[in-house]
C-alpha cells in the first residue's frame, strides 16, 4: 500500500513537474514572441516608410492649421469690421440723443415762456373779474 502511494505521489509531482515545465515554455515562447513583436513595432515606427508617413502627416497638419489661421485672421478682420460700425453706430446715436435733448430743452423753454407770459393775463382776467 505504501508503494502505491509512493507512485500516486511521484505521479502528481511528475504531473507538476510536467505542468510547470509545460508553463515555462509558454512563458519563454511567449517572451520571444513579444520580443519579436515589439522589435517589429520599433522597426515599423522608426522605418524610413514611417518616418515619410509621419512626415506626410505633419505636412498635412501643418497645411491644415495653416488653413485655421487664415481663417482665423479673415474671421478677426470681419469682427474689426463690425466693430467699427457699431463704434460709427454708436456714435450717430449719441449725436441723436444731444439732438433730442436740445430739442426738449427748446420746447422746456418755450412752454414755461408760454406759461410764465399766460400767467399775468390769467392774472390780469382775474382783477378785471373782481373789480366788475
Known amino acids: 500500500m505504501k508503494?502505491?502511494?509512493?507512485?500516486?505521489?511521484?505521479?502528481?509531482?511528475?504531473?507538476?513537474n510536467y505542468k510547470k515545465k509545460k508553463q515555462?515554455?509558454?512563458n519563454f515562447i511567449d517572451i520571444?514572441?513579444?520580443?519579436?513583436?515589439s522589435?517589429?513595432?520599433?522597426?515599423?515606427?522608426?522605418?524610413?516608410?514611417?518616418?515619410?508617413?509621419?512626415?506626410?502627416?505633419?505636412?498635412k497638419y501643418t497645411t491644415r492649421m495653416t488653413e485655421i489661421y487664415q481663417?482665423?485672421?479673415k474671421s478677426s478682420e470681419r469682427m474689426t469690421e463690425l466693430y467699427k460700425d457699431l463704434a460709427?453706430?454708436?456714435?450717430?446715436?449719441t449725436q441723436l440723443y444731444k439732438e433730442t435733448a436740445e430739442s426738449t430743452e427748446k420746447m422746456?423753454?418755450?412752454w414755461l415762456n408760454y406759461i410764465s407770459w399766460m400767467k399775468?393775463?390769467?392774472?390780469?382776467?382775474?382783477?378785471?373779474?373782481?373789480?366788475?
Do not use: C, G, H
Open 3 to 16: 508503494n502505491r502511494q509512493d507512485r500516486s505521489n511521484n505521479n502528481n509531482n511528475d504531473n507538476k
Open 24 to 26: 515555462d515554455d509558454i
Open 32 to 37: 520571444n514572441a513579444n520580443v519579436s513583436k
Open 39 to 59: 522589435f517589429t513595432d520599433l522597426w515599423q515606427r522608426y522605418s524610413p516608410t514611417a518616418w515619410s508617413e509621419m512626415y506626410n502627416e505633419y505636412a
Open 71 to 73: 481663417e482665423y485672421a
Open 88 to 93: 460709427m453706430n454708436a456714435d450717430k446715436m
Open 108 to 110: 422746456s423753454k418755450y
Open 120 to 132: 399775468p393775463l390769467s392774472e390780469n382776467k382775474e382783477q378785471k373779474e373782481k373789480q366788475e
